[in-house]
């Protein structure tokens, strides 16, 4: 990406956050705007879609899925044990209990990964810690873990690996075919049951 597209990318969801913070409310911005386009541009944030499902599956007590979607869209699929938080509302006190914390790894996912990585631009600013972004998104998601094709005989063992691996990590949680009908916004034709709606307080913990 170009240094001016990117830059872009990073004001524009900024100026965004400054006007949504309500003018009764004082919110110390932590980084610069260089200093925020360093790190968005080094992708610090991003995790591994096998790490997380890895973790999903094992149970992991330290992950936290935020589903950064509207309503509708996290009613229609979800990750398993995610919470929904839309973007418009992320600055809402309601939800400052689980962005602002320790004791839990919040990963925010969208269908691709912009409206996760301005999730992450917002909660970054405030200065809160342990948030990151589903790297691919929920597109990727689909397309490698619940939909993995097997390598050819001729691919190196660790694809073998791999493959094994997101194929029983797509059975344990009940991945099924997908329909991807735009490059935003993907379909499953498996819907898994819904999360509970978000609490105010954190729950678990590592």
């Keep these: 990406m170009k240094p001016r597209v990117l830059l872009a990318s990073v004001m524009v969801p900024l100026a965004l956050i400054i006007a949504a913070v309500p003018a009764n409310k004082t919110r110390q911005f932590r980084l610069t705007a260089v200093e925020l386009l360093q790190e968005a ?20 007590p330290s992950l936290q899925l935020i589903d ?17 938080i839309p973007l418009s509302n992320l600055l809402s006190e309601e939800y400052t209990d689980y962005l602002n914390q320790d004791a839990r790894m919040n ?25 990151l ?36 990590a797509a059975a344990a949680m009940g991945g099924g075919a997908v329909v991807t009908t735009t490059d935003s916004a993907p379909v499953a034709a498996k819907k898994p049951p819904v999360a509970s709606k978000a609490k105010k307080k954190v729950s678990g913990g590592c």
């Design 41 to 60: 541009g080094s992708g610090s944030q991003f995790i591994s879609p096998d790490v997380v499902a890895d973790m999903i599956v094992k149970k992991d």
């Design 68 to 84: 950064v979607r509207t309503p509708e869209e996290y009613a229609a699929f979800s990750l398993p044990g995610a919470v929904n």
């Design 107 to 131: 990963v925010f996912y969208s269908n691709g990964t912009v409206q996760a990585n301005e999730a992450w631009m917002i909660t970054r600013q405030l200065g809160y810690e342990n948030n």
């Design 133 to 168: 972004v589903l790297e691919g998104g929920l597109n990727y998601w689909f397309g490698n873990i619940l939909g993995a094709t097997e390598p050819s005989q001729t691919s190196p063992n660790e694809e073998f690996a791999k493959y094994d691996f997101r194929k029983s």
